[in-house]
């Protein structure tokens, strides 16, 4: 018996209120791949790259390391090193103790948060750890030489040995089912009185290169027959400074194959935007910027069988087709032959 698949779409419509941040939220993962974005940035260095994520419920996410992985690239766009989001700290030697004093023989080493110890047990053992307390604190780091943990680490050294670079970085992020934006900024960024300012201020920069290549961005799992507009985009940077948004509308899509295996995923349509930030507000933020959205519009697709009669008669139609168009060209070629016979005859034919 032949059989053939179909796949049939269909679309339900629900409320939007049914998405409406009053209702309690819902874990949202991006994907289940842990590559649900790869980004490369040919002239950002990987120290100065950051991730944030926030959404309409007021939820923030800043500096994420949780599943990123960052790789240093040269000039060239080779990779010169690959490692976890934070990881690589240097062994620790003597360091300051949050009581002032060095650490001694048999002490259990707790560094200080320089203030920023939201209580009496706090440690900031590493550079990135005071820089995490400044951030909930909301301080700008303006004094990083005289922290002792990032002096040890080697923290501005670290950066001027990442200058000329560029980075790739990929991972996956999980947010509420709500709108919201996830983005790539150089320099840590933190919450302050409402704007997003840049606490590297040392290497604060008059213009930043956002070039960048998306060499993909998925929001769900992978079904056969999906597509992903993103994937493989490029921009180039041709102004000073500016802010490059995507505005991203995820439409929640079910796909099921022939074996009945259901597969619970996003497809996304985009518009893009560039800001040039010299005609903008001084706080604004250089970056790239994914904002998102999500379709009151879920779309179902099925795989099916189609009936042995269904595919007799495609058989037939597709037959009959030929039979017709062989019949129009037989049609021309004779009646074609006979006015060019009949010119002969006649002497009109040259």
């Known amino acids: 018996m032949h059989t053939q698949k179909?796949?049939?779409?269909?679309?339900?419509?629900?409320?939007?209120?049914?998405?409406?941040?009053?209702?309690?939220?819902?874990?949202?993962?991006?994907?289940?791949?842990?590559?649900?974005?790869?980004?490369?940035?040919?002239?950002?260095?990987?120290?100065?790259?950051?991730?944030?994520?926030?959404?309409?419920?007021?939820?923030?996410?800043?500096?994420?390391?949780?599943d990123i992985i960052k790789k240093r690239i040269n000039s060239h766009g080779d990779v010169m090193e690959s490692r976890q989001d934070g990881l690589g700290a240097p062994k620790i030697e003597?360091?300051?103790?949050?009581?002032?004093?060095?650490?001694?023989?048999?002490?259990?080493?707790?560094?200080?948060?320089?203030g920023a110890e939201q209580s009496d047990d706090d440690c900031c053992?590493?550079?990135?750890?005071?820089?995490?307390?400044?951030?909930?604190?909301?301080?700008a780091m303006t004094n990083v030489d005289l922290i002792d943990q990032c002096k040890r680490?080697?923290?501005?050294?670290?950066?001027?040995?990442?200058?000329?670079?560029?980075?790739?970085?990929?991972?996956?992020?999980?947010?509420?089912?709500?709108?919201?934006?996830?983005?790539?900024?150089?320099?840590?960024?933190?919450?302050?009185?409402?704007?997003?300012?840049?606490?590297?201020?040392?290497?604060?920069?008059?213009?930043?290169?956002?070039?960048?290549?998306?060499?993909?961005?998925?929001?769900?799992?992978?079904?056969?027959?999906?597509?992903?507009?993103?994937?493989?985009?490029?921009?180039?940077?041709?102004?000073?400074?500016?802010?490059?948004?995507?505005?991203?509308?995820?439409?929640?899509t079910i796909y099921t194959n022939i074996r009945g295996r259901t597969v619970h995923s996003n497809q996304y349509s985009v518009t893009q935007h560039f800001k040039n930030l010299e005609f903008i507000h001084l706080n604004s933020h250089p970056g790239v910027f994914f904002f998102y959205d999500f379709s009151p519009i879920k779309v179902t697709f099925e795989e099916e069988h189609i009936s042995f009669l269904h595919f007799i008669t495609n058989i037939c139609a597709v037959i009959g087709g030929i039979f017709t168009v062989a019949g129009i060209i037989d049609s021309f070629v004779y009646y074609g032959q006979r006015k060019i016979k009949k010119k002969m005859e006649i002497g009109k034919f040259r």
Request: hydrophobic share 35%; glycine share 8%.
């Open 153 to 252: 680490e080697g923290f501005f050294q670290k950066i001027k040995n990442e200058d000329g670079e560029g980075c790739n970085i990929h991972g996956s992020l999980e947010v509420n089912r709500v709108a919201g934006n996830f983005h790539f900024a150089p320099g840590k960024s933190f919450h302050h009185t409402n704007f997003f300012l840049d606490d590297l201020l040392a290497f604060q920069k008059d213009s930043y290169n956002i070039s960048h290549r998306i060499n993909r961005l998925a929001f769900g799992e992978y079904f056969p027959g999906v597509v992903n507009p993103l994937d493989g985009a490029q921009w180039i940077h041709e102004t000073s400074n500016g802010m490059y948004q995507y505005f991203i509308k995820v439409v929640p």
């Open 6 to 66: 179909s796949m049939k779409i269909s679309t339900a419509v629900h409320s939007p209120v049914a998405l409406s941040p009053s209702f309690p939220l819902l874990p949202y993962s991006f994907s289940s791949s842990p590559n649900s974005f790869d980004v490369t940035f040919p002239a950002i260095p990987c120290s100065l790259l950051s991730v944030d994520a926030m959404d309409i419920s007021g939820e923030q996410h800043l500096d994420i390391k949780h």
């Open 94 to 114: 003597k360091p300051l103790q949050r009581h002032g004093g060095r650490l001694e023989h048999n002490e259990t080493y707790c560094g200080s948060c320089f």
């Open 125 to 139: 053992n590493s550079c990135e750890e005071v820089q995490e307390a400044y951030r909930r604190k909301g301080w």
